[in-house]
């Protein structure tokens, strides 16, 4: 159980693209996800907190609107990088957090999506 | 605030060694740990989890005790294989910090036939 589905798992475009990600748990219901970033070799870094029916709480430093987060579901995120730029090529990673539990259960990740911006 | 610190790789073992990865925390309250696992180009699988001190997680022949006392959570495998190369990665939730997750820098680990 708790599998979480992220898609795509890669992507290749041009400069000035924007580029949607989706994040879904697919057994379960996740009133909280997350959206991280992580650089080669580096660990992984919280952009953003994505809560269904609300606005998405961002990281410090994490620009709003580059990158918009909707939760529209129990089941669904998504992670749009808007009109990205080859400084945004990176692995992005989202988790989701099972409702059903406290608020301490543990993260379950999707497998990541690659972004590579020519 | 919170904070994950583990050692430092990479490492590299043959297999059937002993594999240990220090982890260490700074947390304000009583926070849960967990041991994510990442194999090249996929996301983090939860490896293992402790909840309270003095739990004891383990998962496919990986163990890691919660030590309140030393405020560590080291993960440790009696023989390790091949098939567990891959980046390990030492986390905390904290409730004082609405239970995001804090990561560690992670562990690349190495393991040679």
């Known amino acids: 159980g708790a599998v979480v589905s992220q898609h795509p798992s890669r992507v290749i475009c041009k400069s000035g693209t924007s580029v949607k990600i989706e994040c879904r748990s697919l057994d379960f219901q996740a009133t909280t996800m997350f959206w991280y970033r992580q650089f080669p070799k580096q660990s992984l870094m919280l952009m953003a907190t994505?809560?269904?029916?609300?606005?998405?709480?961002?990281e410090q430093g994490v620009e709003k609107d580059k990158f918009l987060i909707n939760h529209a579901s129990l089941t669904l995120s998504t992670l749009t990088v808007t009109s990205a730029h080859p400084e945004d090529s990176s692995f992005y990673i989202c988790?989701?957090?099972?409702?059903?539990?406290?608020?301490?259960?543990?993260?379950?990740f999707g497998d990541g999506t690659r972004l590579s911006i020519l | 605030g919170d904070s994950v610190t583990q050692m430092e790789g990479p490492v590299t073992l043959s297999e059937e060694a002993f594999l240990t990865i220090n982890c260490t925390y700074t947390?304000?309250?009583?926070?849960?740990l967990f041991w994510y696992v990442q194999y090249p180009g996929e996301g983090l699988q939860l490896l293992l989890k402790a909840t309270k001190a003095d739990d004891k997680g383990s998962n496919k022949g990986f163990e890691a005790t919660y030590r309140k006392e030393t405020t560590s959570f080291h993960l440790e495998k009696g023989s390790v294989q091949v098939s567990d190369s891959a980046v390990y990665f030492c986390?905390?939730?904290?409730?004082?910090?609405?239970?995001?997750?804090?990561f560690g820098a992670g562990t690349t680990v190495t393991v040679r036939a």
């Open positions: 994505s809560n269904e029916g609300s606005k998405a709480t961002y």
């Open positions: 986390a905390l939730s904290d409730r004082g910090n609405d239970y995001k997750l804090s």
């Open positions: 947390a304000t309250g009583y926070p849960s």
């Open positions: 988790s989701a957090r099972d409702q059903g539990g406290n608020s301490n259960q543990p993260q379950h």
